[in-house]
């Protein structure tokens, strides 16, 4: 195990960067914890890929170092850095069995035999492998490909980190939610280092402690599930997690609250003074509710999705969404609505600001 | 994964191929068979032999010869094809700008007309003029393809690894070209040498294009006949005389069409019996997997 | 155009693709094939375009039979998963391929190609190829393609499963206005529960090459025909649990009893299957009409604002989805509660029990 630091990375696969648009990632300053198990999440794109082949060593970055328990590894191979990484499709060995498979690490590192056989069968059993060892790999379903692809990962001892790219992706939906509770039951129990990208917020939010949310190349926000939720630093991760998405008003920030087309909303902290740039309230739509006593709004659309609803209302000229839990009732007449104080927060270009600026 | 849908209206499309095909191969084969079965003097008058040819070509001992020359002669070239094929296609570069320029070097022996292949060589092993001749008598040694046997077999075997070997790089690149870099990658975390790496990774995907290689190699290598004929001509003595070109000189050189016809139709019958088991064994192979 | 098929079957390589399916679409509409993977919606929508031949069965296209009319005659536009759009062709002659080959005056192509880019927002990407555009946008051309040619019937073979989670989202919100408008005739395959609810429409569910019901999306939600169309319906998995009926109450393994209500008094003894949705399995004790079990925590998920978390409740595996962040460790005991006017029954062979009274969801 090891406290992994990326020290002012930049890379770019261009051989001669010219601006900042030919960076795939511009500016990252990170620390892993020993342990933890995080969750890089972002739309296609946005460069988590190459920043978890950074960490592995399988590209060397432009700029920057990366650092394992304060020692650059920046020199070394990714054999010497012991990590583990799980691909998008499962890779495994085809014409060796599933214990040749587990044994190949071990092996190129010159481990004796019978710890060899030790370590393979304790790893194949944390994953329900026991029973296929002396089968060929070439023959096992996705999922179990899959399981050999993170046994192979797993089974040494000296691991100091492990990297899931996008690993669920080839697996069947129903399959899907059975490893994603196996690879959650592995962390609690072994405490390795996880590092798991993804742009699905499900698997991101329900695996990670903490989620680093990444957009064109730099760190947005790194949280907790909850802190993402209800305190998102940036619109984009206002947008890009919650489904639907954080609703945004271009508003005007006054002492009293936002005003949105001569309506009032009332905020819990005080809104920045003479905000210099474009101003927005954001508020999800989940912590929006029907109240006689708010704001005014029409109703075009409700949408029914089994255990809430998503009703697409207008607020003057603004569209927004509005999330109802099957036993809240949407009104018929003069819908009003309130905006809970202590979710709805001020940005400035995309930027979430609170006091004076 | 998208399926075709079924249309069995395109059979129609493939009558007029069959058509030249009929009157291209199965007629004349027809005839051979005719031949092969009785004895003429090419007059239209034919005296009915049986099996007289066949028995007398297959226990001819100057058939017996040119198989084994043959034999011999595919093995070695599989032998250094193969491999030599392999060893290229690792080398070449799979991204960027020297990629086609590769390609296009590997496609240049293949696109030059068998004779000219033949002439090339010709002229070029020859001792006292030619570029390769003069050298290794240069080095030292007692070259002369025209009169030694040994020297006529090398250079033979030679010149199909020159003009054939390519055709192997280009498939071996192909199925390599297909892995995706995750393989790569992971065997690189797992810290697996490049022998490891050609072993249970590159190899096992190529086994599918080798096989379609070595087949092809196989058949073409066993019909062979112009390029070691415009060579040498069968010489010096019969020492490079495969069985094609030993054919050639029983049916128009001594005009004995039987036997010369009973002969093509073992050599026929061979070749699909070898390409057959081989075949089956691809398939058992495969069906395994 | 109307479409209808009656007691569609196909057979491919000794594997039965579609046994005995009738389905009766009406015109203009949105119908949504939901069911896993090799449940037959791929086969289904092939034979509706033309490219199968059932081996029986006939296929009605407005009242017309059209079983043996090949798919060039057919008034029908495809999208597929895969992004398919011609590599070598710009965008805007992507989108106008189809029209071309129905001879289309050049006028009017040019307008109708400038209209259908302009609602699938890809107006400034005409002159570019499609290799150089993203996947979401590879995909909007591969729909204009489709909704330029007007045809009516379009079929969607899960044209969202290849894109990311947000964009999946943005585009599952423009689709139902986009072919609304233009009057034809959808039908759309995915695997995703959540998606055929965001959709709407009809939803006609599938299980190995069968339909095992077709109506109104929430209804087949909320009141499903039998457990294998509640499975089907359920992201998720439906939680479900053996039980049986003696004298007036209902039993779970004999240790867990409630009453049985007036609702199911009438029903005979003996075992029943029962069915429940995830988010009716709440955390903590319920009020008076609830039941309550103790469960073993597996693991809990959290997500944002809900925790799913899989628990052993005497030897059944379950999920409860609870709105909020619940923090539970592995191995914890916990209460949970579900209010048996939530339970779905049905018989032993998985048919749905109907109510008489009550509330059901």
Redesign the interface.
């Known amino acids: 195990m090891a406290e992994i630091r990326l020290d002012s990375i930049r890379h770019s696969y261009e051989d001669r960067p010219s601006s900042d648009a030919d960076y795939a990632l511009k500016h990252v300053d990170l620390t892993w914890n020993d342990g933890g198990a995080y969750a890089l999440l972002g739309?296609?794109?946005c460069g988590k890929s190459t920043l978890l082949?950074i960490i592995?060593?399988?590209l060397i970055p432009t700029e920057g170092d990366v650092l394992f328990d304060g020692r650059s590894v920046f020199h070394m191979?990714?054999?010497?850095r012991n990590?583990?990484?799980v691909?998008?499709?499962p890779?495994v060995?085809?014409?060796?069995t599933v214990y040749r498979n587990l044994a190949?690490?071990l092996r190129?590192?010159g481990m004796d035999r019978g710890e060899i056989d030790r370590r393979v069968r304790e790893t194949a059993r944390m994953l329900g492998l026991e029973d296929s060892l002396d089968r060929r790999a070439?023959?096992l379903t996705a999922d179990n490909k899959q399981k050999i692809?993170l046994a192979?990962?797993l089974v040494r001892s000296d691991v100091n980190v492990i990297m899931f790219d996008e690993p669920l992706t080839v697996i069947?939906?129903?399959l899907k939610?059975q490893l994603?509770?196996q690879l959650?039951?592995l962390h609690?129990r072994y405490s390795f280092t996880m590092i798991y990208v993804t742009?699905?917020?499900?698997e991101a939010?329900?695996?990670a402690d903490r989620i680093v949310v990444m957009h064109e190349g730099e760190v947005v926000q790194i949280g907790t599930?909850?802190d993402?939720?209800e305190r998102p630093q940036h619109t984009f991760v206002g947008?890009?997690?919650?489904?639907?998405?954080m609703n945004l008003f271009p508003c005007e920030a006054r002492d009293d609250g936002a005003w949105i087309d001569g309506r009032r909303i009332p905020l819990d902290s005080p809104p920045p003074v003479r905000p210099k740039g474009a101003v927005e309230l954001g508020v999800r739509p989940?912590f929006i509710r029907f109240d006689n006593d708010g704001v005014a709004v029409e109703v075009r659309n409700v949408?029914?999705?089994?255990?809430y609803r998503?009703v697409d209302a207008l607020l003057g000229e603004h569209p927004f969404k509005i999330y109802c839990?099957?036993d809240m009732e949407i009104p018929s007449a003069d819908p009003r609505v309130v905006f809970d104080p202590r979710h709805a927060s001020i940005y400035v270009d995309g930027w979430r600001a609170e006091g004076d600026l | 994964m998208i399926q075709k849908t079924v249309n069995q209206k395109a059979w129609w499309l493939v009558t007029p191929v069959l058509v030249l095909v009929a009157f291209n191969a199965i007629i004349p084969l027809m005839t051979v068979v005719n031949y092969s079965v009785q004895e003429t003097f090419g007059d239209n008058v034919f005296f009915w032999e049986g099996m007289r040819w066949y028995e007398r070509v297959l226990h001819s001992s100057r058939f017996h010869e040119a198989l084994m020359r043959q034999l011999m002669f595919t093995g070695q070239i599989l032998v250094i094809e193969v491999p030599l094929g392999i060893i290229v296609a690792l080398a070449m570069p799979r991204r960027g700008v020297w990629v086609s320029v590769c390609l296009v070097l590997m496609a240049l022996p293949l696109l030059i007309p068998w004779n000219v292949v033949g002439a090339m060589w010709n002229i070029f092993a020859l001792p006292d003029i030619g570029l390769l001749g003069r050298i290794i008598n240069g080095l030292g040694f007692d070259y002369n393809f025209t009169r030694q046997p040994g020297a006529a077999w090398a250079t033979v075997v030679l010149m199909d690894v020159w003009h054939w070997t390519s055709l192997v790089v280009l498939l071996a690149y192909a199925g390599l070209r297909s892995i995706p870099d995750a393989f790569y990658q992971a065997a690189r975390i797992d810290g697996a040498s490049a022998w490891q790496v050609f072993r249970y990774i590159q190899l096992p995907k190529m086994k599918h294009v080798l096989t379609i290689a070595i087949l092809l190699r196989f058949m073409d290598s066993f019909m062979i006949y112009t390029e070691p004929f415009v060579l040498t001509g069968g010489g010096p003595g019969n020492t490079t005389t495969f069985l094609s070109i030993d054919l050639v000189k029983m049916a128009l050189g001594q005009f004995d069409l039987g036997p010369a016809a009973a002969m093509s139709l073992i050599y026929f019958l061979i070749v699909l019996l070898i390409s057959w088991i081989f075949y089956t064994l691809m398939m058992r192979h495969e069906r395994q997997q | 155009m109307t479409i209808k098929l009656e007691n569609i079957s196909l057979r491919r390589g000794g594997v039965e693709f579609l046994g005995e399916v009738s389905l009766d679409i009406e015109r203009g509409g949105f119908n949504i094939l939901l069911g896993p993977t090799l449940s037959g919606k791929t086969t289904i929508l092939r034979t509706m375009a033309g490219l199968e031949k059932p081996d029986s069965g006939r296929i009605l296209e407005n009242g017309r039979d059209v079983t043996n009319v090949p798919v060039q005659k057919r008034d029908v536009a495809m999208v597929y998963q895969q992004f398919i759009n011609y590599p070598s062709m710009t965008v805007f002659e992507n989108i106008a391929s189809p029209l071309r080959v129905a001879r289309t005056s050049r006028g009017d192509i040019e307008r109708r190609v400038r209209d259908v880019a302009e609602l699938l927002k890809i107006e400034d990407m005409l002159d570019r190829r499609p290799v150089a555009l993203s996947g979401g946008q590879q995909q909007r051309v591969a729909l204009a393609r489709a909704l330029v040619k007007r045809a009516g019937l379009v079929l969607l073979d899960e044209p969202l499963a290849n894109l990311d989670y947000k964009l999946r989202e943005e585009l599952r919100n423009e689709l139902p206005r986009l072919f609304e408008d233009s009057g034809s005739t959808v039908v759309y395959a995915t695997a995703e529960p959540a998606e055929a609810l965001m959709l709407g429409g009809r939803t006609a569910t599938l299980h190995q090459g069968r339909i095992t019901q077709f109506g109104v999306t929430h209804e087949v939600f909320r009141d499903p025909v039998d457990l294998t169309t509640a499975r089907i319906f359920s992201d998720p998995p439906l939680n479900v649990a053996d039980i049986v009926k003696r004298g007036g109450e209902f039993s779970i393994a004999d240790t867990i009893t409630w009453p049985a209500g007036d609702a199911h008094a009438s029903l005979p003894d003996g075992g029943y299957r029962l069915g429940f949705r995830p988010h009716h399995l709440s955390l903590g004790r319920g009020d008076r009409h609830a039941i309550n079990l103790e469960g073993t925590v597996e693991i809990a998920e959290i997500s944002g604002s809900e925790t799913f978390v899989h628990l052993d409740v005497g030897s059944h595996l379950w999920v409860s989805q609870s709105h909020g962040v619940h923090r539970l460790d592995v191995g914890q005991t916990v209460s949970v509660s579900v209010d048996p006017g939530r339970f779905i029954l049905f018989a032993p062979d998985g048919g749905r029990i109907v109510e008489e009274r009550g509330a059901h969801g």
Do not use: C
């Open positions: 739309p296609s794109g082949n592995s060593g399988l191979a990714p054999g010497e990590i583990a990484q691909f998008q499709f890779v060995y085809d014409t060796m190949f690490p190129n590192r070439a023959g692809s192979r990962g069947d939906p129903h939610w994603r509770a959650k039951k609690q742009h699905d917020q499900t939010l329900t695996f599930s909850e993402l939720f947008h890009f997690i919650g489904s639907p998405g989940e949408a029914d999705i089994g255990r998503i839990p099957e």
